[in-house]
């Protein structure tokens, strides 16, 4: 998996824990930062470039060698021969995402990954949902189904993943007529990543320093909230299309803020639209359990348990699942329905006309 953030590639090792079983456990987990030159590249194929169509695929054989390497480690890692795994599930990097014009467009080749691995791969996961009138996103939520059972036996929980974007999954109490729903909420670490770094070299804004540094300013938080995707009721998902560097500088020009005040009040934006999303559209849950690399800003976690009083709030660390691996871990249990000819997508979540078993597969 490598995410909106383009942090890095997450291989995540996933076993079946017997083959009648639907869940599956992890064995081992891999990470590879993201090749700053790579990096570069995946952020200026977003937008029109020239000869895009030759750079996006120079660019995918590359991405193809970060995953390669990150598998190669996983393996040796884990002590695991290649010939004992099923397959990969090789989500690619999303360049753009535009359901409302029929596609999302994740960079793969998974031929070339086949070759460097000798591994079955399963790609291009969000395509057949799109087909079928969805969103194509968010995948995920069929997965934390399978894997929160706990929580949510204690009355409805709540799965956040803040990731680049910022996605959630409820998961209604039992007994409940409710269904599992999910989408994207809004922006996860996106503007808080961009701003930081344009401001200080920084990749990212670690353990949410610079924005402590910082106050928040309603009146900019304010003007931010008044984006259109806000109003957008469900099935909906977002990308760096909506929200991304110009964007955010465009909107806090105006307001003259120390670039401290500006981070600050990202991280509250992303705090008060995820927190929104949870008072308008999911039911009554007694917990929230955020993961992906927004659980490892303490300021992000803050401002989350202050706007929702009424939530247990927490990483999904508490029902031990490392927030570093549920999405990787999540492509793999996906490959895995895919394998096994199930359903991936969930239509509540997608609004997709039905269930679709997602993603090509590349034989080994
Ligand atoms: N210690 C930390 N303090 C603050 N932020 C952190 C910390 N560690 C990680 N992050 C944030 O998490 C981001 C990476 O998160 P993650 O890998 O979940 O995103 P992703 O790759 O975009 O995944 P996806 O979009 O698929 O959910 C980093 O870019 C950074 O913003
Ligand atoms: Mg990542």
Avoid at 129 to 140: E, K, N, R, S, Y
Avoid at 196 to 203: D, I, K, P, S, Y
Avoid at 241 to 253: G, H, K, V, Y
Avoid at 259 to 280: I, K, S, W
């Amino acid at each position: 998996m490598s995410g909106t953030s383009l942090d890095g590639v997450d291989a995540v090792l996933m076993c079946q824990a017997d083959t009648s079983s639907p869940r599956m456990r992890v064995v081992g987990h891999h990470f590879i930062a993201m090749p700053y030159g790579l990096r570069q590249e995946f952020l200026a194929l977003q937008s029109p470039q020239d000869n895009e169509l030759h750079r996006s695929q120079i660019a995918s054989q590359a991405l193809v060698e970060v995953y390669t390497a990150a598998i190669v480690g996983l393996l040796q890692k884990t002590g695991i021969d290649p010939a004992q795994i099923a397959a990969i599930g090789a989500h690619g990097q999303t360049i753009r995402h535009q359901p409302s014009s029929g596609y999302s467009l994740q960079l793969n080749a998974p031929h070339a990954l086949v070759e460097a691995t000798g591994i079955t791969v399963i790609s291009d996961f969000r395509q057949r949902d799109i087909a079928a009138g969805g969103q194509g996103a968010p995948l995920v939520p069929v997965f934390h189904a399978s894997v929160f059972n706990a929580p949510r036996q204690k009355g409805g929980c709540i799965i956040a993943n803040i990731g680049g974007m910022a996605n959630l999954t409820y998961l209604p109490p039992p007994g409940s007529e409710a269904r599992v729903i999910g989408f994207d909420c809004g922006p996860g670490n996106v503007l808080m990543d961009a701003w930081v770094e344009a401001h200080t070299g920084e990749r990212f804004d670690r353990n949410g320093q610079f924005a402590a540094n910082g106050k928040k300013n309603e009146a900019l938080l304010n003007q931010l909230l008044t984006h259109e995707f806000f109003a957008q009721k469900p099935p909906k998902s977002c990308g760096r299309e909506q929200f991304n560097l110009e964007w955010i500088q465009a909107q806090a020009a105006p307001f003259k803020l120390s670039p401290e005040d500006v981070q600050a009040t990202l991280l509250a934006f992303t705090a008060r639209t995820l927190a929104d999303a949870v008072r308008n559209y999911c039911g009554p849950a007694v917990e929230l359990l955020v993961c992906g690399g927004g659980a490892h800003n303490p300021q992000l976690m803050q401002a989350l348990t202050e706007e929702l009083p009424n939530l247990q709030v927490d990483t999904t660390a508490r029902y031990d699942m490392d927030p570093n691996i549920i999405e990787a871990a999540a492509f793999a249990w996906l490959a895995q329905r895919t394998l096994d000819g199930l359903p991936g997508n969930l239509s509540a979540v997608t609004g997709s006309a039905g269930p679709r078993i997602l993603g090509n597969i590349t034989p080994a």
